[in-house]
């Protein structure tokens, strides 16, 4: 089996601070979070920005480069920039941010899907802040919107006019269909890196007969010019990425696809996570990449030619 590449999703923006005291908001937090994960293995760090106030989902370039240019000093992780943002963002303000950084990757979702967030908000008594529960409750009216259009537009800005390239994030079959179209339009090239995601309500279920299956889909469509990455919600997340790993894929983990390291107990860092797959996959026999392998193997422009 080919080397396996560990990413980290630091922070997202579907959990909320009172999920957990160890959600990554400040830009500090964030940047410790990112180089203690890259430490301790991770070769790509997937990043969201936060309001340092009051820890919502932000797209403010003002944001992320209170920390970007720190991470890259501290360590030479590939830092790949959110283009999903949150389903409450417009195009133009989830754009903003990549577009001035222009970063070795972005994350490219590959479709306009209902994006459930409320179940969420039953498990919650006491909240932090007064739009979290708002936030989470207003998701069974939310669709995350990434139109042909959107994707073009994210593919030309960020790909064709500022050499990024991108994570391609596959909640359904549907969507690898339609990265296949993007492909015969000329608009997507290889190395083709697909992240499968599992386990967001609107999405595919956390099914192990679904990962096989979007594999197999995956290889019928693209052949021998991509490899897939797994990511899972929740309690999903270590035993669908260790599926993975174990199929020749790569993983992902992070406090934005899930903020527990065991069943009931929180992750104090994204380091633990991170720590955690990398013994697991260690011990079925993969190697883990590093940065400057993680790059080889996606064909990334190189942290020098980027705008942070």
Known sequence: MSKIIITCAVTGSIHTPSMSPYLPVTAQQIIDNAVGAAEAGAAILHLHARDPENGRPSADPEHFMGFLPQIKQRCDAVLNISTGGSATMTLDQRL???????????????????????P??????????DWEKPFLEGSDDLVFKNTSR????????????????????CYDVSHLYMLRHFVDRGLV?????????????????????????MKLIADKLFGD???FSVLAAGRHQIPLVTMSA?????????????????????????????AKIRRIVEELGRTVATTQEARQMLDLKGADRTGI
Request: with cysteine; proline share 5%; glycine share 10%.
């Open 96 to 118: 903003a941010a990549p577009k001035l950084a222009e970063p070795e990757m972005c994350s490219l979702n590959m479709g306009t899907m209902n994006f459930a967030l409320y």
């Open 120 to 129: 969420a908000a039953a498990r919650i008594s006491q909240w932090q802040h």
């Open 150 to 169: 959107d994707i073009a537009q994210i593919l030309t800005e960020l790909g064709e006019k500022r050499g990024a390239r991108f994570e391609f994030e």
């Open 189 to 213: 090239h290889g190395p083709l890196f697909i992240q499968f995601v599992f386990g967001v309500l609107g999405g595919i279920g956390p099914d192990p007969e679904n990962l096989t299956h």
């Open 225 to 227: 010019t991509y490899t």
């Open 246 to 274: 174990i199929l020749g894929g790569h993983v992902r983990v992070g406090l934005e696809d899930s903020l527990m390291i065991s069943r009931g107990v929180l992750a104090r860092n994204n380091a633990e996570q991170v």
